[in-house]
């Protein structure tokens, strides 16, 4: 078993900031990928940043420039901080995180956190 746990969500005016953090914990034999998506009401969840094992990372366009996904391996926790929020931003973001396993690899997903920004 995997537990995800993510914290750091809320409301904040539109140019604020916020850090999501998730924390990973159980059996984890090695993670390949950490990252974030997102989605609001009538979209489908999108990509928000992606952070690979040899920290390669991976952005949407929509947020390039602004945000910024970070990890720490010791303590199987990733991090998004975003900065110039926008309006457009509001939307529950999910953690994602990919496990190696010996039989491939396995995707793991946070409850989601609500992120909202106003004008």
């Known amino acids: 078993q995997v537990q995800l746990v993510e914290s750091g969500g809320g409301l904040v005016q539109a140019g604020g900031s916020l850090r999501l953090s998730c924390a990973a914990s159980?059996?984890?034999?090695?993670?390949?990928?950490m990252g974030w998506y997102r989605q609001s009401p009538g979209k489908q969840r999108e990509l928000v940043a992606l952070v690979s094992s040899g920290d390669a990372t991976n952005y949407a366009d929509s947020v390039k420039g602004r945000f910024a996904i970070s990890k720490d391996n010791a303590k199987n926790t990733v991090y998004l901080q975003m900065n110039s929020l926008k309006p457009e931003d509001t939307a529950v973001y999910y953690c994602y995180v990919a496990i190696r396993r010996p039989s491939g690899v396995q995707a793991h997903w946070g409850q989601g956190t609500q992120v909202t920004v106003s004008s």
């Open positions: 159980g059996v984890i034999f090695s993670i390949n990928a």
